[in-house]
């Protein structure tokens, strides 16, 4: 026998083994029952919370995706006008820029041609002045055909009495201090290529530059044996010299051929003959050097200003092939900047391709767990215990049950 003791009166009552037994087995059935419908209420709370967190969450992420979308779209938006403003004002002002700097090149060109004319008016009226000093000569010419005659009576006793080297020597020192400051002019000794001239005159500018250089050959008629010689016979051997001492002109002072008209008229150009040569009396000695010297320094100031608007011309040039090297460079520039430009459209197209992506899978996600609370809607004990023979037989007990 067991004893039993109630929980509110505190009485105790036996009872045999069979009905403790059954008693047990009461206090069992409805514990587990308890038990059973404390879990299912825990289950169908828990499966509610996990919907509702899975809908917040969801919810919250499409919503953070759809915003984050909308703010990218509207940076790419925002970033392509940028762009645009900036390109076409980048194009504005290139294109300010090339007009301008055409216009300050016509400018330029306008300018360079009045100085271009300026200078062709002052080359012209240089050459002019030459052209006058040619026609003094020439008159100069005229004046001393008349005293051809009698040049022997004109030249001085001491010069009959000296060599015509020494006279031209001395008659070049009489103006050395005042008209040839900076000249060269002495003898030539130096005949290792086996011949030499009598003198050499030379002249440079401050800088080094040689202005002018002169061979000069001095034949006198007492020089020569009874076999009388010509003065063509020694215009070979003065051209190679100066060639050998590279000498620009020769001159050959001569008193042969004291009865030819040719060598009596003044100065007689041979460059037909020989390059660069000239023949003259002795007193024409100081003239040739002369003439020779002021139409060198003309030369040489043509010479600079042709070099200076031959500088102008290549200045110009090279602005010129700068504006072509920029539009080139501009041109390669903008075509980069629109390959990048382009670039960037495909990368925005394609970034909005993505989240369009992201978004259809978020919406299928939305219908996943759609589907999966209905599905937690449909769950019943029924389903839970299917297959289930021990549950099976529990739940049908408790039906059976008066209320």
Known sequence: MNEIKCPKCHAVFKVDEAGFADILKQVRD????????????????????????????????LSESLAQKDTIILEMKAKLEKSEMEKKLSVTEAIRKIEKERDDLANNVKHKETEKQLLEKSLS???SAELKTKDDIIKMKDEE??????????????MVGETLEQHCEI????LRATAFQKAYFEKDNDSKAGSKGDFIYKETDDFGNEIISIMFEMKNEGDETAT????EDFLKELDKDRKEKKCEYAVLVTLLEADNDLYNVGIVDVSHRHEKMYVVRPQFF????????????NSMKVKAELAIVKSQNIDITNFEENINTF???????YELASRQFKAAVEEIDKTIDHLQKTKENLLASVNNLRLANSKADDLTIKKLTRGNPTMTSKFEELNKKPD
Do not use: C, W
């Open 145 to 158: 055909i008349a005293l051809r005659k009698d040049m022997k009576l004109k030249l001085s006793t001491k």
């Open 327 to 333: 539009k080139a460079g501009f041109a390669k520039n």
């Open 228 to 231: 009388k010689k010509k003065n």
């Open 125 to 127: 009226e240089k050459y």
């Open 171 to 174: 008659e070049f020192n009489k």
């Open 286 to 297: 100081i003239p040739i050097i002369t003439l020779l010297r002021n139409a060198a320094m």
């Open 30 to 61: 409805h514990k587990f029952e308890e038990e059973l419908q404390i879990r299912l209420a825990h289950a169908e709370k828990d499966k509610e919370s996990a919907v509702k967190l899975i809908e917040a969450n969801s919810g919250l992420k």
